[in-house]
């Protein structure tokens, strides 16, 4: 579950102590804000909750990404991951048509080497980006137990505009502490604990 914006305004609002009536900081202020740190929290880390699988079958020499499109995670042909390469370096290459063996983002236009043929079908695994939340029902990717930290990237962004550096460092902390126990709770597998060991020397 997901908290919707009529509840994530609540809450901004009770965190800053502002009421409802307040003219400077009304509803399209603490709105701009929980749409500004949710491209923040966006830009942050990958998130699962933010990742998207979509089969596609080829019609042309390229693909063109979702509209929702952030960021492309990776492209598999069959069982084989293509490699990312930069649009200079695909240009270099050998050109033709057959099976991808590698591709390049130019905007939201994705290009292969070789071309695949038409009828050739990819797995796209990508980032969304986070829809911008505008109606009282409308709610974001996150899930529910992070909402702490879009309340307090809000608030830090509201105290900016009022030039309270205070409160805005305040938040900003807690922010930060929240964004490291998110990373925390996602991070799915870590490396086993192993010796190293450098030629020549001890372990």
């Known amino acids: 579950m997901t908290t919707p914006l009529i509840q994530l305004r609540r809450m901004v609002r009770n965190r800053i102590g502002t009421p409802t009536y307040d003219s400077f900081i009304n509803t399209e202020v603490i709105d701009e804000s929980i749409n500004l740190t949710l491209q923040s929290i966006d830009a942050e880390h990958s998130w699962p909750w933010t990742e998207r699988r979509d089969e596609v079958t ?7 990404a979702p509209s929702d499109w952030r960021a492309t995670r990776s492209i598999l042909c069959g069982l084989r991951e293509l490699t990312f390469v930069t649009p200079y370096d695909l240009d270099r290459m050998g050109g033709g048509t057959g099976t991808p063996s590698c591709f390049a983002l130019v905007n939201r236009t994705i290009r292969f080497d070789p071309e695949p043929t038409v009828g050739t079908e990819l797995i796209h695994y990508y980032f969304v980006r986070t829809p911008l939340l505008a109606n009282d029902d409308d709610v974001p990717e996150i899930p529910e137990q992070y909402t702490g930290a879009v309340v307090a990237k809000a608030a830090q962004l509201i105290a900016n505009r009022e030039d309270d550096r205070a409160a805005a460092e305040s938040h900003m902390l807690e ?6 126990l998110m990373k925390r709770d996602v991070r799915q597998s870590t490396r086993p604990v192993g010796r190293r060991i450098r030629p020549g020397a001890w372990t």
């Not at 080829?58 to 063109?64: E, K, M, P």
């Not at 922010?175 to 490291?180: A, F, G």
């Open 175 to 180: 922010y930060m502490e929240q964004i490291r």
């Open 58 to 64: 080829t019609t042309a020499s390229t693909l063109t």
